[in-house]
Structure formats: C-alpha cells, structure tokens
Nanobody, 115 residues
Framework: VQLQASGGGSVQAGGSLRLTCAAS?????????????VDWYRQAPGKQREWVAR???????NYTGSVKGRFTVSRDNAKKTGYLQMNSLTPEDTAVYYC?????WGQGTQVTVSS
C-alpha cells in the first residue's frame, strides 16, 4: 500500500491550494478504499503533528476549528483519492501536510504561505 500526497506549494496569503492523496497497491482496491475514512494532518516547524480534517467513508466531513469554512475535504472512491481544498490560506497554515488512510501515512507535501 502506498499513499502519495501531492499538491503542496508556495502561495501568498489569501491563496488556495488543492492537496491530493492517492492510494495505490494491490490490496487497496476501490472497494477497500471506500470503507476507510481519509484523514488529513499537518505539522508545522517545531510543532506537533495536528489533525486537520476528515472525510468519513460515508462522505461526512469534519474539520478542526481553525480551518472550518476555509478547507473542504472530498473523496473519489473510484480513483482511490482524497482531496483537501484549502482556501483563504494564512501563514499559520504553513506546514507539511499528510494524509492517513487505514493507519497508512502518505509522505507529506509542503505548504508554505507567505504574508
């Protein structure tokens, strides 16, 4: 099983990015993917990793308070992919973002927001 997170980059405050978490591997079929929630975490320099958002296997989203109204999670089970749309980014969103599915971690993608 492999999780590939991508879509990070450098943007100015107020900008947007869309992160993608793609699952691959023979054991991670579309059906298996559809049974798992997709979680997003982030880790800023010098800080502990924090949970950011989740989309359940049924498609219900949940967010940490600091990103509510700005971030949106979604998923495409056929593509075995989760998404994190991030709008109105602030420098406080600067971090390495990770996805987690079935206790597997993606390698992380860097998001840098400048003021």
């Amino acid at each position: 099983v492999q999780l590939q997170a991508s879509g990070g980059g450098s943007v100015q405050a107020g900008g947007s990015l869309r992160l993608t978490c793609a699952a691959s591997g023979s054991r991670f079929t579309s059906w298996a993917f559809s049974t798992w929630a997709v979680d997003w975490y982030r880790q800023a320099p010098g800080k502990q990793r924090e949970w950011v958002a989740r989309i359940s296997n049924g498609g219900s989203p949940n967010y940490t308070g600091s990103v509510k109204g700005r971030f949106t999670v979604s998923r495409d089970n056929a593509k075995k992919t989760g998404y994190l749309q991030m709008n109105s980014l602030t420098p406080e969103d600067t971090a390495v973002y990770y996805c987690n599915i079935a206790d597997f971690w993606g390698q992380g993608t860097q998001v840098t927001v400048s003021s």
